[in-house]
């Protein structure tokens, strides 16, 4: 699903602020904190529909990486917050994310490389490349060194989740920093809507469709 498509602009995008902000603002009897953790869920579903929009066999690979990292990232901030060693599961965690991406957009690139130095035709693997596993691979990796140093604190896993798989940065950047997102995560302002930042968002959006539509896609056919 591309952000200048009718798919995203007319129907995905508006369904989504409607369900988010519905979401946030409804009230269960005299519960005061509303339903926040739904908003949450609702948005981390989204991005994985989103995501799954473009080829839904893969979405396993993303789970897969959130559900790893978010297990070592705690793990390295409950040894972190007692002083404890946090290399091997930092090296572990790094090792297990590039294999991972080095896999899918390296395997067919070795392959030929050693079929054309040895001379022997070997099978290759016709290996599709996931749309955007640099992003939320990097983005991920970035946690854990943070959270090695003692930078991070234990993720709540709905955040990071979101974190990882929020959909305006998931097929194309940038790389994001926990430190710029989770707080706005758990920032209930965030969950009314304020008039000025639809605004600010809807002027950045149209100057963005601007430059796909008439400057990088002008020269296409």
């Known amino acids: 699903m591309l952000f200048n498509?009718?798919?995203?602009?007319?129907?995905?995008?508006?369904?989504?602020?409607?369900?988010?902000?519905?979401?946030?603002?409804?009230?269960?009897?005299?519960?005061?904190?509303?339903?926040?953790?739904?908003?949450?869920?609702?948005l981390v579903a989204a991005s994985f529909f989103f995501y799954a929009w473009w080829r839904a066999e893969y979405l396993w690979l993303l789970v897969v990486s959130i559900v790893v990292n978010y297990a070592v990232?705690?793990?390295?901030?409950?040894?972190?917050?007692?002083?404890?060693?946090?290399?091997?599961?930092?090296?572990?965690?790094?090792?297990?994310?590039?294999?991972?991406l080095g896999y899918f957009?390296?395997?067919?690139?070795?392959?030929d490389n050693v079929a054309w130095l040895t001379g022997v035709a070997l099978l290759r693997l016709d290996v599709i490349l996931p749309i955007g596993i640099s992003f939320f691979t990097f983005t991920q990796i970035a946690f854990l060194v943070d959270a090695s140093k003692g930078k991070a604190r234990e993720p709540d896993a709905l955040n990071y989740s979101l974190f990882v798989t929020y959909f305006p940065h998931l097929l194309a950047g940038p790389i994001l920093h926990h430190r710029e997102m989770m707080p706005q995560f758990a920032d209930r302002t965030n969950k009314r809507i304020d008039w000025d930042n639809v605004a600010r968002g809807l002027a950045l959006l149209a100057m963005g469709l601007g430059k796909k539509v008439l400057i990088a896609s002008s020269g296409t056919t």
């Open 73 to 100: 990232g705690r793990a390295i901030v409950h040894r972190a917050a007692k002083s404890e060693a946090t290399r091997g599961l930092l090296v572990l965690g790094i090792a297990f994310d590039l294999l991972l």
């Open 5 to 42: 498509s009718y798919e995203f602009l007319l129907f995905f995008l508006p369904a989504v602020l409607v369900a988010y902000f519905g979401l946030a603002a409804f009230r269960l009897g005299s519960r005061l904190r509303g339903n926040d953790r739904y908003a949450i869920a609702f």
């Open 105 to 111: 957009k390296y395997a067919n690139f070795l392959i």
